[in-house]
C-alpha cells in the first residue's frame, strides 16, 4: 500500500482495481455497500458507478479504467440475461482479460451455465468477505498474467 | 419545511428533541444505583464468569420498569397498544404480499385468496414498473414479472383486478416512485367498474423518503416526489376517506443494515416530515394524520424489537400530540404491518429459517401490530413455492390459534427489561432526531447522505461481527454442514415479458394518439406550476392508456433526474 509513486513501480504491484455495481433494474444495495468497504479494508481499489448502470456503461468503465476484476451483485433474477450481454460485450471490446465475478441471489441449477460463460464466484448471501476477497485476488491474478503473456 | 411551533416548547423548533431527550435521560434508568450496590455486594463476589453482555446490565429491576408502570392499553401514549382490547377482539390481519408474472397470474392468484376468505390483497410490482420504465424498453429485458407484476398501462390494471370487487376488498400497493400513477390507474379502474372513489379502501406505499435512505428507487430529486404526495394526500383526505395514502416505512431501513433503533428513529423522522408537510398544505393535523400508516421490520433480538414497537407508539403519540397539536385520538395512534426479517434468512440450511419466522411473527404480535406478512423459508435462494409460502401462512395461524398469546393485551408489558430497553429506545430516537436536526433538518440530511452513511456503517460493522463470530448466524458461522442438499426452488418463466409485450402493442395501436399527446401537455403544464393538483391530470393520462414511461418522462424533463450523495 505504501508505495513510491510510479518509480520502479511494476504494473503487477499496483492495487487491485474492482469495478463493484449492479447492472439490474434494482436499488438493494446494501451488499455492494459492505463489499466496497472490505475490498477498501484489504487494499483493493474500488470503483462504484452509482445505481443502475448499463452492462454498456460497466464495460466502458471498465476499460477506461483498466480493472482487473468486475464484481457484480445481482439479487433479482436477471442474471442470465444480464451476464450474457456483458460477456458478449467485453468480447466485443477485446477486454475478454477482464475478470469477472458474481454473486447475490442465484441458484445453484445456474451456476454451471454461469462458469461455463466465464463468470465465477457466484456467492450467495452469508458468504464471508474473506472467502471473496481471496476469489477476487486469484483472479486477478490470473488475468495479469494472461495480460502479461498476451503482450 | 417546519411546521407550527411546537406546543410547550418555548426555545422555537429546532430545541423541541434536544429538549425531550434531555428531559428523558434525566428521569431514565432508575434502577442503576441498586443495579451497581447488587453487583457490588452479590454479583462480583460470585465465582464464575460474571458479565455484561451486549451493553446490556445483566439484570433490571422494579425501578427500571416504573415509567410505563401507570400505561394501559387503548390510553395516551399507547405504548401498550392502540386498542383496548387487542387480539381479543379479532387477531391481527394475516396480510400476504403476492405478485408476480403478468396481470393475469396475479389476477388468478388474488381470486384464488378472495375464495379462500382474505379480504386484504397486497400486491408486488416488478422493478421495471417500480422504476417507471416500459415493458417494451430494452433496459427491462429479463426483468418482466420476476419480482412481481409487470404494470406498463392502464390496461394491465384493468387485467389485475378484473372481477374483483373493489368496494369490498382493502388492496395494498407496494409502489413508491410511481405512486402518483398506479394510484390513479387503480381509482380509473374503479371507476370503469362503477365502484366510487369514497368506496374505495386500501394502502398505498408512497414512502419517498426511504427511497432515498434505503431502498434507492427514484425517478427525480425528493422535493418533486414530495410534492406528488402532498398532491395524494389532499386528494385522499377529500374524496377517499378510508385510503391510508401513505405508509410509512421502516422495513426497507432495516434490510439496508439499519440497527433496530435507527430503525425506530428514522422511520418515525419520516412520519413527522410527512405531517409537516401536510401541515404547510393547509390542511388541519387531524383531518389527515389518522390516515398515515407504518410498516416495521421484525427482527432476531426479540426484547429489542418489542421494545422497538412499544416505544415506536410511545413517540408518535407524544409528537403528534406535543409538538404538533394533534387532539384526535386516531391521530395519536401508531397503527402497522409488519414483516419478518428477510436479512436473517440465510441460503445455508434453509429450513432453519422456519424457526426464525416463526420467532420474528412471535415478536411482531407481542409487539401489537395491527397486520403481518410472513417470510418463506426458501426466500434467500428465490421467491417462494407455494409450499413454502403455505408454511409460512401457517406459521401465523399456529401463533394466534395455539399459543394463547392473543388472550392477554401486551403481555410483556411490565417486565423490568422490557419497560427499561423501552425508554432506552426512546430516548435514543429523540437523540438521533436531534442529531438529524443538527444535519439541517431530515431532507438536508438524506441529500448530504447522512443516514444512508449511518445505515452502511452498520451493515458493515454486524458483517464485520459475524465473521469474527461476534455475532452467530446458524448454519453460516456456526453449526455448518459441508454437504447440503439442495431444495426446490419456484422458476419464472420468460412467458411473462412476450405476453405483456404483445398486449402493450395492442394498447399503443389502440389508442388515440391525440389524446394521449394532449393528457402529457396539460400533465406538463400542472408540474410546471407548484400549486396545482396533479392527480387529476396524472388519471386523465393512465385513461389515454399513456404509459408509465411515458408519465414519468414528463416528470423528468420538468424535474430533472437525481443523482445520490456518495456514500463509499
Known amino acids: ?151 | 419545511m417546519r411546521g407550527r411551533k411546537a406546543v410547550g416548547t418555548a426555545a422555537g423548533k429546532d430545541a423541541y428533541w434536544h429538549k425531550k431527550a434531555e428531559r428523558l435521560s434525566k428521569s431514565y434508568a432508575g434502577g442503576e444505583a441498586t443495579y451497581a450496590k447488587w453487583r457490588k455486594q452479590v454479583l462480583d463476589p460470585w465465582k464464575g464468569e460474571p458479565s455484561d453482555r451486549g451493553g446490556r446490565r445483566l439484570v433490571y429491576g422494579s425501578e427500571d420498569a416504573a415509567r410505563g408502570s401507570g400505561e394501559m392499553p387503548g390510553v395516551y401514549p399507547f405504548t401498550r397498544g392502540i386498542y383496548p382490547n387487542m387480539y381479543s377482539g379479532r387477531p391481527w390481519t394475516m396480510r400476504m404480499f403476492s405478485g408476480f408474472g403478468t396481470p393475469e397470474d396475479t389476477n388468478r392468484r388474488l381470486r384464488y385468496l378472495l375464495q379462500h376468505g382474505e379480504t386484504g390483497l397486497s400486491i408486488a410490482y416488478d422493478e421495471p414498473t417500480l422504476y417507471g420504465i416500459d415493458c417494451d424498453s430494452d433496459r427491462a429485458h429479463g426483468e418482466i414479472g420476476k419480482c412481481g407484476v409487470n404494470v406498463t398501462t392502464l390496461k394491465d390494471m384493468e387485467v389485475i383486478f378484473n372481477g374483483i370487487p373493489l368496494d369490498k376488498v382493502s388492496t395494498s400497493m407496494t409502489i413508491n416512485a410511481p405512486a402518483i400513477i398506479v394510484f390513479s390507474m387503480y381509482v380509473s379502474v374503479a371507476a370503469k367498474n362503477g365502484v366510487k372513489p369514497h368506496q374505495l379502501s386500501g394502502t398505498l406505499q408512497a414512502d419517498i423518503l426511504k427511497e432515498y435512505i434505503a431502498q434507492k428507487e427514484w425517478f427525480y430529486p425528493p422535493e418533486a416526489h414530495l410534492r406528488m404526495i402532498r398532491d395524494i394526500m389532499l386528494y385522499s383526505v377529500k374524496n377517499i376517506p378510508k385510503w391510508n395514502y401513505i405508509s410509512v416505512s421502516g422495513y426497507h431501513i432495516r434490510e439496508a443494515g439499519a440497527t433496530a433503533l435507527q430503525e425506530l428513529a428514522f422511520t418515525l423522522a419520516d412520519g413527522f416530515y410527512y405531517v409537516e408537510q401536510g401541515i404547510k398544505a393547509g390542511l388541519k393535523v387531524d383531518d389527515f394524520a389518522p390516515r398515515i400508516s407504518f410498516f416495521f421490520d421484525s427482527g432476531m433480538n426479540m426484547f429489542e424489537e418489542i421494545a422497538k414497537f412499544r416505544a415506536a407508539r410511545r413517540i408518535w403519540a407524544t409528537v403528534m400530540r406535543e409538538r404538533y397539536g394533534a387532539m384526535n385520538p386516531r391521530s395519536l395512534k401508531l397503527r402497522f404491518h409488519s414483516q419478518t426479517s428477510g436479512y436473517t434468512l440465510t441460503w445455508q440450511q434453509p429450513l432453519n429459517n422456519i424457526s426464525r419466522t416463526a420467532l420474528e411473527a412471535l415478536y411482531a404480535v407481542l409487539g401489537g401490530t395491527q397486520s403481518l406478512h410472513t417470510n418463506s423459508y426458501d426466500e434467500a435462494l428465490a421467491l417462494p413455492t407455494d409450499e413454502a409460502a403455505k408454511v409460512a401462512l401457517r406459521t401465523q395461524q399456529v401463533i394466534a390459534e395455539e399459543t394463547g398469546v392473543v388472550d392477554v393485551v401486551d403481555p410483556l408489558g411490565g417486565s423490568h427489561y422490557l419497560e427499561e430497553l423501552t425508554d432506552h429506545m426512546e430516548l435514543q430516537a429523540y437523540e438521533y432526531f436531534d442529531r438529524i436536526e443538527r444535519e439541517g433538518g431530515l431532507l438536508e440530511a438524506i441529500k448530504k447522505g447522512y443516514l444512508q452513511r449511518e445505515i452502511a456503517d452498520s451493515a458493515y460493522a454486524r458483517q464485520r461481527r459475524l465473521e469474527e463470530n461476534a455475532e452467530v448466524m446458524v448454519g453460516v458461522n456456526k453449526y455448518r454442514e459441508e454437504d447440503e442438499r439442495p431444495i426446490n426452488t419456484l422458476k419464472i418463466g420468460v412467458d411473462a415479458e412476450r405476453i405483456q409485450l404483445r398486449r402493450l402493442g395492442q394498447v399503443k395501436r389502440a389508442r388515440n394518439m391525440g389524446r394521449v399527446g394532449r393528457s402529457l401537455e396539460r400533465l406538463r403544464k400542472a408540474m410546471q406550476s407548484e400549486t396545482e393538483n396533479l392527480v387529476p391530470h396524472v388519471m386523465e393520462a393512465v385513461q389515454a392508456y399513456a404509459t408509465i414511461g411515458e408519465i414519468v418522462k414528463v416528470g423528468r424533463d420538468v424535474y430533472g433526474e437525481w443523482e445520490e450523495p456518495k456514500i463509499i
Open chain 1, 1 to 151: 500500500m505504501f508505495m513510491e509513486n510510479g518509480k520502479n513501480r511494476k504494473s503487477s504491484d499496483r492495487p487491485i482495481r474492482v469495478l463493484l455495481a449492479k447492472p439490474a433494474i434494482d436499488g438493494h444495495d446494501r451488499g455492494v455497500f459492505v463489499l466496497a468497504r472490505a475490498f477498501r479494508d484489504a487494499g483493493m481499489e474500488v470503483i462504484y458507478p452509482g445505481l443502475l448502470p448499463t452492462p454498456e456503461e460497466i464495460v466502458d468503465i471498465a476499460v477506461d479504467e483498466d480493472v482487473d476484476v468486475i464484481a457484480i451483485s445481482l439479487l433479482n433474477s436477471s442474471h442470465m440475461a444480464v451476464f450474457r450481454k456483458l460477456m458478449a460485450l467485453l468480447r466485443k471490446r477485446k477486454a475478454t482479460g477482464i475478470a469477472v465475478v458474481g454473486g447475490g441471489i442465484i441458484p445453484e441449477d445456474d451456476k454451471p451455465e454461469l462458469e461455463r460463460m466465464g463468470v465465477t464466484g457466484n456467492y450467495g448471501p452469508g458468504t464471508p468477505m474473506s472467502e471473496i476477497i481471496a476469489h477476487i485476488r486469484k483472479r486477478a491474478a490470473q488475468a495479469r498474467a494472461a495480460k502479461w503473456k498476451g503482450r
